[in-house]
C-alpha cells in the first residue's frame, strides 16, 4: 500500500507538470492568433498529452499507470486530427536595443582607444567603395577632392572630428547601416561585388561585423555623423547618445558645416575620456594602430617657427647714449616661437612589407625594426617573405642582438614581439604562443594578411587551421634565418646568438618535436676535444672514428668537471670525443632528441656502456676470477647498489658509480634535488638503481681480492669498501647522505696512514739534540786559544 501511494503521488505530479507545460504552451498560440481561428477549433487543441477521455475514468487512470511505468500509448486524439495540425509559424527574434548597444559598447572592446582604429577603419573603406564604384560610375569623382582622411581634436571642448572624403551615404543608407545594428555596409558591398563578378582580389576593405562605428561610444556620450553622398543633392545629419534606443535623421540646413562629399563624424568625449581629444595623443594612436592605412591621414597640429622681432629701447639707455647722432644704430632684436595649428601627415601609406624585397635595402629593413621596436642597436638577420597559396600573408622576421635584461620571455610566452596586422590595421601584438612557440618568443616582425579569423572585437586571434598554417610557416622561415646566422662567415655572430638565445632552442628540445630535424643542426656544445669553443653536432659527426657507432656525452654542472670525470678515462685513451652538457637543460634536451643523423646519443655514465671493443672471453674470464669478491663487496653495500659489476670504462681509477639506464644520472640528479616543488617520492625511484663498477686491474682492487679470498670478515678491509663507496659517489657526481660520517671515515684512514711518519718519541728528540751540543762547547774551549796564539 505504501509503494502504490508512492507511485499515485507521482503520477499526479506528472500530470500536474504536463499540463502545467500545455497550458504555457498553448496560451500564446490562442491568445495571438485568436483572429485566424474559430473558437471550436481553439477548443480542440486543448487536449492532454496523456488521453483524450475524462480526467475521471478508469481507462485514463490505467494509461496514466502505464506510462509512469514505461509503457508506450499513442495518442487517439493526436491520429484524429493529424490532418488538421495547423503549420508552424515563423517569428522574429526581438532585442532590447539600449540594452545590447551596451553589451556592443562595454563587452566587445577590451581597450578603450581601439575607438579611433575602427572608425579610421570605416573612413578607409568609405575611400575604397568610392574609388572601387567610380570605375563604372565616373560622374561620383565629379568635384575633384583628393582621397584623404583628416582628424581634429579640441582637448578645450573635448571633441573629436574625423572627416573623410569617401562615399558618404544617402539618407536610406544611414538608416541600414547606422540604424541597423550588426549590419556591415562593407560586408553587404563585397558580396555584390562579388555577386556581380567585379570583386578584385586586391580590396583593401576592412570591416566585416558592422559594429565597428559603436566603438565610438566607448570614449563619446554623443556622437553626430554629417554625411554627403554624391548620389544625393542633400546632406544628412545623424544624431546619437549612449545607451539611447533612439536616433534621429534630420537634413543639414547649416551652410558652413556642409561638406562637397564624404562624411564627417563628430565625438562629444564623456568627462573621464577627454584625454583623447589632445592632438599628442591623437597622433600617436594614428601612429600605433594606422601607421599603414592605404590612404594619407592628417591630424591637426600645433606648430611653430622662429622670427626676430624689434625690441624697444629702454629711454635711460637712450638719455645716457652720446654718441654721434649721425652714427647709424643696431636695433635691437629676440628670437621668438611664433606658433600656429596646420595640417600634418602622421602615416605612412606605402608598409615596408608590401615592397619587393629586392628594391629593399639592409638599412631600410635595419631602420624599420630600430623604429618599430624602439631598438638602438642592428638585428642579426632579417627574413622578408610571401606566402600564398592556401594562406596569404606578409611578413617580416628579425633576429635581436641581444637578449631582453630580465630574461623571462622563456618562460613567460606572452610577448609583444610580433604585431599584426590584417588588410594593414594594427590588430594586436599581445598573444600567448598563437603565432609562435615559447622558444621562439625572442623573434620580432610583423605579420599582415587579407583574411584572418578574428573575433568582433578584431583583438583576439582566434585558434583555426588556417593560424595553425601560419604558424607553421612563420616557424620553418625562423629557423632558416637562424640556420643563416650559423652559416655565416663571420662566426661572431652566431656566437653572439648561441650566448644569447642558446636555451630558448634547447627549449624547443623538449617541446616542439616536430621540428627536431631543425633545431639539432642549430646546437652547441663543448666537448672533450673542444673545451675552449663550442662545436655543432655535425662537427662531432665528422670527427667521429670509423668504427664509433654513437655520440657520446656526460652531463655535469662545468666543463672542469666533466673533464676530470672517471668515466672518461677509457674513451680518452681510445681518443673518442665526448660531449660536455654543463647547463642544466642540456640533458633533457638531448635526451628528447634521441639520435642525430642516425647516431644514438649515449650516456657514458650510465651502465651496459658499449665502446665497441668487447672482447666476451676476456670478461667471461673476468668475472670468474673475481665472483666472490663482487658477491662480498655487495654483500658488504647491501641495498645501497643494484649490483656489482667489472667496468670496461675506468683505466686509472679503482671504482665508479654508474646510474640505471632508464633512471636519472647523477648530474640530473643534483638538479631535482634543488627544485622547490621537487617530489621526494619520485626522486627515491629514479634514483633507486646504482651499479658499483671495480676496475681489476687497480692495486686497491687487488688488495681487496686478496683480503675476500683470505679473510672475508676482517674489519679494515671491510671499512675499505665502505670507504671506496663513498669515494665512488663522490667521484662519480653523487652527493653523499651523510657527508660527516665520510669525513669521519677520512680522518681516521688518514691518522692510521700518517701515524708516525714524520714523529719520534719525545724523550730520545730531546737526548739527539743536547749532547751534541754540550760537545761542541767543550771542544771550542780548549782549541780556540792555541790557533789564536799561532796566528799572532
Same mark, same amino acid.
Given at each position: ?35 485566424? @481561428? ?39 486524439? !493526436? ?16 532585442? $532590447? ?16 582607444? @581601439? ?56 539618407? &536610406? ?8 545594428? !550588426? +549590419? ?26 558592422? @559594429? ?26 545623424? $544624431? ?63 606648430? #611653430? ?7 624697444? $629701447?629702454?629711454? !635711460? ?47 631600410? =629593413? ?9 631598438? =638602438? ?11 600564398? #597559396?592556401? @594562406? ?9 642582438? =641581444? ?98 638565445? #642558446? ?36 662537427? /662531432? ?11 657520446? /656525452? ?17 674513451? !680518452? ?50 668475472? +670468474? ?145 743536547? &749532547? ?21
Amino acid at each position: 500500500m505504501h509503494r502504490l501511494s508512492n507511485r499515485s503521488s507521482s503520477v499526479s505530479a506528472l500530470l500536474r507538470y504536463g499540463g502545467a507545460l500545455r497550458r504555457d504552451a498553448a496560451l500564446p498560440l490562442s491568445a495571438s492568433h485568436s483572429h485566424l @481561428v474559430g473558437e471550436n477549433d481553439t477548443k480542440s487543441r486543448w487536449y492532454s498529452l496523456l488521453s483524450s477521455e475524462k480526467s475521471g475514468s478508469v481507462d485514463q487512470l490505467n494509461s496514466k499507470k502505464d506510462l509512469f511505468l514505461g509503457k508506450r500509448y499513442e495518442s487517439t486524439v !493526436a491520429e484524429s486530427s493529424a490532418s488538421s495540425t495547423p503549420p508552424a509559424e515563423k517569428f522574429e527574434y526581438q532585442a $532590447e536595443v539600449s540594452r545590447l548597444m551596451d553589451l556592443i559598447v562595454n563587452s566587445l572592446y577590451s581597450n578603450k582607444e @581601439v575607438f579611433l582604429r575602427e572608425l579610421i577603419s570605416n573612413a578607409s573603406d568609405a575611400l575604397d567603395k568610392l574609388r572601387f564604384l567610380s570605375v563604372t560610375e565616373p560622374d561620383l569623382m565629379k568635384d575633384a577632392i583628393d582621397f584623404d582622411i583628416r582628424i581634429q581634436a579640441d582637448k578645450d571642448n573635448g571633441i573629436i572630428t574625423i572627416t573623410d572624403t569617401g562615399i558618404g551615404m544617402t539618407k &536610406q543608407e544611414l538608416v541600414d547601416c547606422l540604424g541597423t545594428i !550588426a +549590419q556591415s555596409g562593407t560586408a553587404k558591398f563585397l558580396k555584390a561585388l562579388k555577386d556581380s563578378k567585379g570583386a578584385g582580389g586586391d580590396n583593401n576593405l576592412i570591416g566585416q561585423f558592422g @559594429v565597428g562605428f559603436y566603438s565610438a561610444f566607448l570614449v563619446a556620450d554623443r556622437v553626430v555623423v554629417s554625411t554627403k553622398s554624391p548620389r544625393s543633392d542633400k546632406q544628412y545629419v545623424w $544624431e546619437g547618445e549612449v545607451n539611447a534606443s533612439s536616433y534621429t535623421i534630420s537634413e543639414e540646413t547649416d551652410q558652413e558645416k556642409l561638406i562637397p562629399r564624404g562624411t564627417r563624424l563628430t565625438l562629444h568625449l564623456k568627462r573621464d575620456d577627454k584625454g583623447f581629444a589632445h592632438p599628442e595623443r591623437i597622433e600617436k594612436l594614428v601612429k600605433n594602430y594606422s601607421q599603414f592605412v592605404s590612404f594619407p591621414i592628417y591630424t591637426w597640429q600645433e606648430k #611653430g617657427f622662429t622670427k626676430e622681432i624689434e625690441v624697444d $629701447e629702454d629711454p !635711460a639707455e637712450a638719455k645716457t647714449d652720446t654718441q654721434d647722432e649721425k652714427t647709424e644704430k643696431k636695433k635691437k632684436t629676440k628670437t621668438v616661437v611664433e606658433k600656429y595649428w596646420d595640417w600634418e601627415l602622421t602615416n605612412e601609406t606605402q608598409p615596408i612589407w608590401l615592397r619587393n624585397p629586392k628594391e629593399v635595402t639592409k638599412e631600410d =629593413y635595419n631602420e624599420f625594426y630600430k623604429k618599430t621596436f624602439n631598438e =638602438y642597436l642592428e638585428p642579426l638577420a632579417s627574413s622578408h617573405f610571401t606566402t600564398e #597559396g592556401e @594562406v596569404e600573408f606578409r611578413s617580416i622576421l628579425y633576429v635581436p642582438p =641581444y637578449a631582453p635584461s630580465g630574461k623571462d620571455d622563456v618562460i613567460n610566452p606572452k610577448t609583444k614581439n610580433i604585431r599584426l596586422y590584417v588588410k594593414r590595421v594594427f590588430i594586436s601584438d599581445d598573444f600567448d604562443g598563437e603565432l609562435f612557440p615559447r622558444y621562439l618568443s625572442f623573434v620580432k616582425g610583423v605579420v599582415d594578411s587579407n583574411d584572418l579569423p578574428l573575433n568582433v572585437s578584431r583583438e583576439i586571434l582566434q585558434e583555426s587551421r588556417i593560424v595553425r598554417i601560419m604558424r607553421k610557416r612563420l616557424v620553418r622561415k625562423a629557423f632558416d634565418m637562424i640556420l643563416g646566422i650559423s652559416m655565416s662567415d663571420n662566426k661572431e655572430d652566431y656566437e653572439k646568438f648561441w650566448d644569447n638565445f #642558446g636555451k630558448h632552442l634547447k627549449l624547443g628540445c623538449i617541446e616542439d618535436r616536430e621540428n627536431h630535424k631543425r633545431i639539432a643542426p642549430l646546437l652547441r656544445f663543448f666537448s672533450s676535444q673542444s673545451e675552449e669553443e663550442f662545436i655543432s653536432l655535425d662537427e /662531432y659527426v665528422e670527427n667521429m672514428k670509423p668504427d664509433q657507432k654513437d655520440i657520446y /656525452y656526460i652531463a655535469a654542472d662545468s666543463v672542469n668537471s666533466a673533464k676530470n670525470t672517471p668515466f672518461l678515462e677509457k674513451l !680518452a685513451e681510445k681518443d673518442l670525443e665526448v660531449l660536455f652538457l654543463v647547463d642544466p637543460i642540456d640533458e633533457v634536451a638531448i635526451q628528447n632528441i634521441k639520435s642525430y643523423k642516425e647516431k644514438n646519443f649515449v650516456d657514458i655514465s650510465k651502465e651496459d656502456l658499449d665502446l665497441g671493443d668487447k672482447n666476451e672471453e676476456k670478461e667471461k674470464e673476468m668475472k +670468474q676470477e673475481y665472483s666472490g669478491t663482487i658477491d662480498w663487496i655487495k654483500k658488504r653495500l647491501g641495498d645501497k647498489v643494484a649490483s656489482v659489476q667489472i667496468s670496461n670504462r675506468l683505466s686509472s681509477s679503482p671504482c665508479v658509480l654508474v646510474s640505471g639506464k632508464f633512471g636519472w644520472s647523477a648530474n640530473m640528479e643534483r638538479l631535482m634535488k634543488s627544485q622547490t616543488m621537487g617530489d621526494a617520492t619520485s626522486l627515491e625511484f629514479m634514483r633507486s638503481r646504482r651499479v658499483f663498477e671495480i676496475n681489476p686491474e687497480h692495486p686497491i682492487i687487488k688488495n681487496l681480492d686478496a683480503a675476500c679470498k683470505t679473510n672475508p670478515d676482517d674489519q679494515e678491509a671491510l671499512r675499505a669498501i665502505d670507504l671506496l663507496y663513498d669515494a665512488a659517489l663522490v667521484s662519480s657526481g653523487f652527493t653523499p647522505d651523510n657527508p660527516a660520517q665520510l669525513g669521519g671515515k677520512i680522518y681516521e684512514m688518514m691518522g692510521m696512514a700518517l701515524n708516525g711518519r714524520w714523529s719520534s718519541p719525545p724523550s730520545q728528540f730531546e737526548s739527539t739534540q743536547t &749532547q751534541p751540543h754540550v760537545l761542541e762547547t767543550v771542544e771550542a774551549e780548549v782549541v780556540e786559544p792555541t790557533e789564536a796564539g799561532s796566528q799572532k
